[in-house]
Nanobody, 130 residues
């Protein structure tokens, strides 16, 4: 059974850092691409980053580029999202998701699209506040 479990969220002050983890089971990261999304209260879920299974290529939304880094540890079957220089507007529930089988994440437009993904984790809350 394909399953994703996010962890690492919490309360952090502006300018602080957090590292989110997305532990995968039922599949391996070298065959399935992963995306990170977030959803703030009253807003739509938005794609912020993804990592391609085939070559490890990464993509980022402009709002997080230069501050967030996505990576994967195939030995632990886990994807990470390192978040630095956090801002209050980063406050949201963060989700990871698996890309649909056979879908190649080669363009940001494909990476950020909700329809590119079919299995989602339960989410982890990130709150940036002083």
């Amino acid at each position: 059974q394909v399953q994703l479990v996010e962890s690492g969220g919490g309360l952090v002050q502006p300018g602080g850092s957090l590292r989110l983890s997305c532990a995968a089971s039922g599949f391996t990261l070298d065959t399935t691409s992963i995306g990170w999304f977030r959803q703030a209260p009253g807003k739509e879920r938005e794609g912020i980053s993804c990592i391609s299974s085939s070559d490890g290529r990464t993509f980022y939304a402009d709002s997080v580029k230069g501050r967030f880094t996505i990576s994967r540890d195939t030995g632990k079957n886990t994807v990470y999202l390192e978040m630095n220089s956090l801002k209050p507007e980063d406050t949201a529930v963060y989700y990871c998701a698996t890309a649909r089988a056979g879908l190649l994440l080669r363009l940001w437009g494909v990476c950020r699209a909700l329809s590119s993904y079919n299995v989602w984790g339960q989410g982890t809350q990130v709150t940036v506040s002083s």
